[in-house]
């Protein structure tokens, strides 16, 4: 029941913002409201329950990947950037504003790891010193990445242009690793 409550609250966020009530979620999954409460206190709890579920699992994975003795450094530094936990449709500017402004300590949560890549870092510093990435500035390296894969959170315009988010992201991470210029 907890997953479908989860499910119904990310709905609810794409159609109605932060603002939703918990009746309307209650009204959204056909049950009385105090049924939500017996497994949830609060929207707050919800909210950080479906953080923390994303940041783990991203996190998780990432930490997967790093250890993967079989992937090249290329690879790695691919997959740690193309990384997208299950509840991703969660994560959209417009959301993520409203975040922002109604839920400031969940938005500097959220705001921290998509700010912070210590294993993209790391990927990086090891590339340049074996040669296999270019010599530039770690910092501004990172800070590129991030915000060229944070534009998948405007998945309005990736909708409009019928492009999945996985589709986008691989996209955005290949660009930026091999460049526009055929070879």
């Not at 979620?25 to 919800?46: D, T």
């Not at 990432?62 to 994560?91: H, N, W």
Request: hydrophobic share 45%; proline share 2%; glycine share 4%.
């Amino acid at each position: 029941m907890r997953e479908r409550i989860i499910k119904a609250f990310i709905e609810e966020i794409h159609d109605k913002g932060m603002k939703f009530t918990m009746d309307d979620l209650a009204i959204r999954i056909g049950v009385n409201k105090r049924y939500i409460y017996q497994h949830f206190s609060s929207k707050v709890e919800i909210l950080e329950l479906i953080i923390d579920q994303t940041l783990h699992e991203s996190n998780a994975k990432t930490e997967q990947i790093m250890a993967d003795t079989s992937l090249s450094l290329i690879e790695k530094i691919r997959g740690v950037c193309t990384v997208m936990p299950t509840y991703f449709e969660f994560y959209d500017f417009k959301i993520l504003e409203q975040m922002k402004r109604y839920y400031p300590e969940q938005w500097a949560k959220v705001n921290a790891a998509l700010s912070e890549w210590e294993a993209l870092r790391l990927l990086i510093e090891e590339g340049i010193q074996q040669g296999e990435l270019i010599e530039i500035n770690t910092s501004l390296a990172i800070k590129l990445i991030i915000d060229a894969t944070n534009s998948i959170f405007d998945q309005r315009f990736y909708m409009e242009n019928n492009i999945t988010l996985p589709e986008a992201l691989s996209s955005i991470v290949d660009v930026i690793l091999f460049g526009l210029v055929k070879k």
